[in-house]
Nanobody
Framework: QLQLGESGGGLVQAGGPRGPSCAASGRTSTNDAMGWFRQAAGKGREFVAT????????YYADSVKGRFTISSDNAKTTMYLQMNSLKSEDTAVYYC????????????????WGQGTQVTVSS
């Protein structure tokens, strides 16, 4: 079984950077692709970014392209999300997720989830 755990959320001023991370443990051989999703209060879970752990390819939602950067270590144990130029609409609980094989952008395609970390952007 693969376990995921996020950290690095918190309160940040608009325009500022924040960099949550996701630690993977257990059967890390199952996380060929990892992704970040977010869920604002009263809304559904939204795709943010995804990365192929072995190939390094990345894909971003239009709303974060150019501001956020997803990365991981080659050991498949840690994934990062560097968030710059934060806006109030980026306020949400950020979740990391993992799946086998290729990257994906919809929540139901992911098999493993972390518990989430709150990021609040103050204006």
């Amino acid at each position: 079984q693969l376990q995921l755990g996020e950290s690095g959320g918190g309160l940040v001023q608009a325009g500022g950077p924040r960099g949550p991370s996701c630690a993977a443990s257990g059967r890390t051989s199952t996380n060929d692709a990892m992704g970040w999703f977010r869920q604002a209060a009263g809304k559904g879970r939204e795709f943010v970014a995804t990365i192929s752990i072995s190939g390094g390819g990345t894909y971003y939602a239009d709303s974060v392209k150019g501001r956020f950067t997803i990365s991981s270590d080659n050991a498949k144990t840690t994934m990062y999300l560097q968030m710059n130029s934060l806006k109030s609409e980026d306020t949400a609980v950020y979740y990391c997720a993992a799946r086998k094989l290729i990257v994906a952008i919809t929540p139901h395609e992911y098999d493993y989830w972390g518990q989430g970390t709150q990021v609040t952007v103050s204006s």
